[in-house]
């Protein structure tokens, strides 16, 4: 791996100076001192990190300072929302590497920044953003993938990184989306062709979208929870009041891990609740078992 020279970058609304080459973010020009927000580089963890792997400990968790390690991956050291130190084990495959760096430690970042992260993917439908989020396996992706080959663009999959100003905006991600083999089958990709790697509960494969996605920080205009239910058909509802909130609070990216440290910060609950107050906010229950998305599509581009 080559050390010595310097990518930047600039995704979910940071600017990234990396020693390490990241294929699927998006490069930007050279950066000034003061424009960067965060360093990617390779190193050395602590010295209680190699303590910790001896006794089979593998990760700490504490606001300003985080720390994982994957077996036969790396090392990962994440510190005051501005540094990422990577420490490749021996024969590491460099592609699995990068994929942490571009999902977990830029989620911790965030926490650490107090920017707001929910995880699921974000579709523009008339030039206004609409996260859909859920559980794992709820079928974020698959309807993120569905509306964007039928013409919608995309700008973020996983990961919605919110900007709060004068509007309420989504930052652009990276134009690639990672699909379950399942979805890789029902939208007709050759799960062969591409990289994969396996998440916290599954494989996932990562699929170019260069021509569906939208390098634009766009407004929000809604969040849309997506669960499996006990029902026949698709069932819709507005989400109305504080359980607007509930969603965004319970579908924070990597939002599992803010009890190592005593839970969400108040300028964290603050931004919530104008995102809360600012926005609209739906349920789709859909059968379990089923595949309906031709009728989700239909009520994303009917909502918009």
């Not at 089923?290 to 909502?303: A, D, R, S």
Request: some cysteine; overall charge neutral.
């Amino acid at each position: 791996m080559d050390r010595c020279n310097t990518y930047n970058y600039r995704v979910y609304g940071l600017n990234i100076k990396s020693q390490i080459r990241i294929d699927e973010f998006i490069e930007i020009d050279n950066l000034k001192v003061d424009d960067i927000d965060v360093d990617y580089e390779y190193g050395s963890m602590p010295e209680r990190c190699y303590e910790l792997l001896k006794k089979g400990v593998t990760n700490f968790y504490e606001k300003n300072e985080i720390w994982f390690h994957v077996r036969n991956v790396a090392s990962y050291y994440i510190c005051n929302g501005n540094k990422v130190i990577v420490e490749p084990c021996k024969e590491a495959n460099n592609i699995i590497v990068n994929v942490f760096l571009m999902c977990s430690c830029l989620g911790f970042i965030m926490l650490q920044r107090d920017k707001v992260a929910i995880h699921g993917g974000t579709i523009v439908v008339n030039d206004k953003a609409v996260i859909l989020t859920g559980d794992r396996g709820a079928g974020k992706s698959t309807l993120t993938t569905a509306l964007r080959l039928k013409g919608h663009k995309f700008i973020s999959d996983d990961v919605a990184a919110v900007e709060i100003d004068d509007e309420i905006k989504i930052n652009h991600g990276f134009p690639y989306q990672k699909l379950c083999k399942d979805a890789m089958i029902n939208f007709n990709y050759d799960y062969k062709e591409v990289i994969s790697f396996m998440s916290d509960s599954q494989m996932k494969y990562i699929v170019p979208a260069h021509n569906q996605f939208t390098y634009d920080d766009t407004k929000l205009l809604a969040v849309v929870e997506i669960v499996e239910g006990d029902v026949e058909n698709i069932l819709m509802t507005e989400i109305r009041g504080s359980k607007k909130l509930n969603i965004i609070i319970k579908n924070i990216y990597r939002g599992e891990f803010m009890p190592y440290w005593g839970g969400i910060t108040n300028k964290y609950f603050t931004k919530c609740l104008k995102i809360a107050n600012n926005i609209k906010c739906y349920k789709i229950i859909r059968p379990r078992g089923k595949f309906t998305v031709e009728e989700q599509v239909k009520f994303i581009e009917e909502l918009v």
